[in-house]
């Protein structure tokens, strides 16, 4: 019914070289994986990475977009030149985006809406940091944030988004939530994304991810949760065997 869904997410790694060296080792390695492969990389080694997989079944993405088509923000990068690169997929409101640099709610929105409009793929990020799961906010924070990004936001769009549900105190700690409580959790959000639109979209099309340490020790437990459609792979994207025992399920 929904296809699962592995990225990785490499963050602030790997050289051109180094891009070079790992796609390469890893093309064989999930030639023959059921789900759909992602890799989003910085803006340097996309333009190489997708000229590696050209042929192949892995994906492109970016790891983040700007709202704006083009303009005095220095730094940053738009929808057009992602989509001139042969970018598929971005990465949107990741929790380091929101934490070091101010990315909020609205942006995220804002970042969607962009890169929809020019036929990219966001994987939007939503979660709890551990103050807020102790807090007993979890719901809400949830609620908040997923009904934010999907604003104006047409039914017809979510065919091409992916949400990647990162609790914040999960990542690059080695914690992992229970496969349980990381079902129970993405249930949340499918549940709103239901209310915001319909049940039959929200069980049928919208793929939801969980990136909070997924690794190939805990791969198999949480993806046989039922609302567990993927993962975002941080640590374990940035080694080709490590990257393939997770795609590989």
Not at 228 to 244: M, N, Q, R, V
Request: aromatic share 6%; glycine share 8%.
């Amino acid at each position: 019914m929904r296809t699962p869904i592995i990225a990785g997410n490499w963050k602030m790694n790997n050289t051109i070289a180094a891009t070079k060296a790992l796609v390469t080792e890893l093309i064989p390695l999930v030639k023959d994986a059921k789900a759909e492969v992602v890799i989003c990389t910085p803006y340097t080694d996309l333009a190489t990475a997708v000229e590696l997989t050209k042929g192949t079944n892995i994906k492109v993405g970016a790891e983040n977009v700007h709202w704006a088509e083009k303009g005095a923000f220095t730094g940053e990068i738009s929808a057009d030149m992602l989509v001139e690169l042969g970018v598929t997929y971005v990465i949107i409101g990741h929790s380091e985006r929101r934490q070091y640099f101010g990315e909020t709610d609205q942006t995220v929105n804002a970042r969607v809406k962009a890169a929809l409009a020019k036929g990219l793929k966001p994987i939007i990020c939503v979660g709890e940091t551990l103050e807020e799961r102790e807090g007993g906010k979890v719901a809400e924070v949830l609620v908040r944030q997923t009904t934010e990004a999907f604003k104006d936001v047409a039914e017809a769009e979510l065919q091409n988004i992916v949400v990647a549900y990162e609790p914040v105190w999960a990542i690059g700690t080695g914690k992992t939530a229970t496969a349980e409580v990381a079902n129970d959790t993405i249930k949340i959000i499918r549940d709103t994304i239901a209310k915001l639109y319909s049940k039959k979209t929200a069980e049928e099309i919208v793929r939801i991810q969980y990136g909070g340490s997924m690794n190939p020790k805990n791969v198999k437990e949480l993806m046989a949760m039922p609302e567990i459609d993927g993962g975002l792979i941080g640590g374990a994207s940035l080694k080709a065997p490590d990257f393939s025992l997770v795609v590989n399920y």
